[in-house]
């Protein structure tokens, strides 16, 4: 899911709580911790907080592309391997360093 940024003008900018409820991953807004999470398909409602009862809507899905296609169009993309080069599939936030992805 693609979820937009904005409301009322003001970009917001999430982070994960550590929590997952039906296998997704519950968010929080960084500037105020109003908490968020997808309770319908029209969006990612505000389930607590002060922003409780705000609704950003999805924004389109990007279409699904192969790889091949991706570096394609963004030839300079960085992909993780992992110790034996093989795609990684599920990095960890160690993977994603600068010294790894060189």
């Not at 904005?6 to 519950?26: K, L, R, S």
């Not at 968010?27 to 609704?55: C, E, F, M, S, V």
């Not at 993780?80 to 936030?93: F, S, V």
Request: charged share 25%.
């Amino acid at each position: 899911m693609v979820y937009g940024r904005e409301i009322d003008g003001e970009t917001v900018t999430f982070g994960t709580t550590g929590y997952t409820f039906n296998n997704v991953f519950v968010l929080y807004d960084r500037k105020t911790d109003a908490i968020w999470y997808p309770l319908d398909d029209g969006g990612l409602d505000a389930i607590g907080g002060n922003r409780h009862g705000d609704k950003i809507p999805f924004i389109e899905k990007p279409p699904v592309e192969t790889l091949g296609e991706w570096l394609g169009k963004h030839p300079d993309s960085q992909v993780l391997l992992d110790d034996a080069g093989n795609l990684e599939t599920n990095p960890t936030p160690e993977d994603t360093n600068d010294e790894k992805t060189s």
